[in-house]
């Protein structure tokens, strides 16, 4: 049975330290629904209502453009090994620019400085409902390790050519929404 709570608890908070992989679900008005599986390794806890994460440069950068138009975020764990669980955190969601204010404050205390190769942006969600429910449906898997293929992609480019490659990938949704990662728009 799903079960709600106004705020991460003791125990969720144990689950997401325990996960590999995160998935986050959005989308504006006439657009298609994203969602993207993360790695949980730039994904922290701040306080029991807001989480971030610290975004990589994709192939698209569909997050950033929903959450401008619309600002609803889905933030979903779930147990592929251990108690079968999935953890849902609903709320609002906003891009902090990288290079921004915001952006810097939160890197130098939640991140110790570092940014990881090809860092985009942060997401931050406030969370306005955490709810699990029972991942009977969910199959078991056994981590393996983290790919290293978007460190590799990343650091085989310079920063002109990420900013090349996210002006022309990551300006607009896909379905021509403006994502706001450059001021221009």
Known sequence: MAKQFPALDERHLDFIARQHIVFTASAAEGTRINLSPRGT?????????????????????????????????????????????????????????????????????????????????????????????????????????ERPTLDRWAQAKTEAELDAYRRQKNARSMDGLPTGLFAEE
Request: charged content about 25%; proline content about 4%; overall charge negative.
């Open 41 to 145: 390794d730039t994904f922290r806890v701040i306080d029991p209502n807001t989480v971030i994460y610290l975004d990589r440069t994709g192939s698209g950068n569909e997050t950033a453009a929903h959450l401008r138009a619309d600002g609803r975020l889905t933030v979903m764990f779930c147990a592929f090994e251990g108690a079968p669980t999935i953890l849902r955190l609903y709320g609002r969601g906003e891009v902090l620019a990288r290079g921004g204010e915001a952006y810097a404050g939160l890197l130098a205390e939640v991140y110790d400085g570092q940014e990881p190769l090809g860092a985009r942006q942060m997401v931050r969600l406030t969370i306005d409902l955490v709810q699990t429910s029972c991942g009977y449906g969910v199959p078991v898997f056994d981590y393996r390790e």
